[in-house]
């Protein structure tokens, strides 16, 4: 009996075949995270650290701004970390362009500390509300003004990259042509032939030595500023042992032992006439 080409019920055990696409064809598709990437353009430049700072002070304002009970961690009126404040009243660091000068108790702050945060002396706040207000606005011009400067000059290094490439022209499907200028920081080794002999010579980035003379002189490695000055001591420095009778410095605090004004004792009146007389016959005398 000749078999079937066909039959009414079809079997569980036996899967339908699916057509799978090439690999040619799923590489030249596109999928949806690359459109997303196309549309998305050129990955924006990494931020330098002007405007890195300047996003922390707004960062910082804007929390200020949210958070009145701020000023309760700078208690008994001095800072819990080496990061809150700094003592050296602009004699080591530059003066603060924010808020030079407290308010409250007068002390002149350096551009370590933030503006937003409280005085690390008094703990009273530096901006009232209005003035928070107006340095939010002037820091926000700055990093506009500041991100189109970057703009222009990557556009300039652009221009003149075109310039020297024109002139110059780079070997074509060669990978790798330009790499050599955007890792100038990553170091180098130099090939050179002396005599018969061939020497290789390593040379690091600068940063790195920057980074390296900056811990050796205990300056920050990233700003390459001193280090910051802690708040003096609460009590005052004063001589604790007991002090001998052989000793000058006696005590002059009240209680036994402590020294006391002694008036001069009073001149007799006929003693001061008569002195009083004799200096004016002597000149007489010497003016006849």
Known sequence: MPPRSGTAWTSDRIRPQTHKPSAHLVAQTPSKSDKGKGR?????PPRSTAVRKLDELLAGLRSSSTEPTQSQRFKDNRVSSAHDGCFCQARTHALSEYTPLCAACGLVLCALHPPHRPCPHCAAPLLDPAARAALLVQLEEQRTHTLAEEAAARARAAEELRMAEGAFPALGGVPGAGAGAGGGGAGARVLSLVGQRVVVESYRAASDMRSKEAAETGEDAEDGVPPRVPPPP?????????RGPATRWVASRDGEGAAKYVAPPPVPRGQSDRRGKGKGKARDVAGS
């Open 40 to 44: 998305a353009g050129t990955p924006e």
């Open 234 to 242: 609460m009590e005052v420095e004063y001589m604790r042992v007991p």
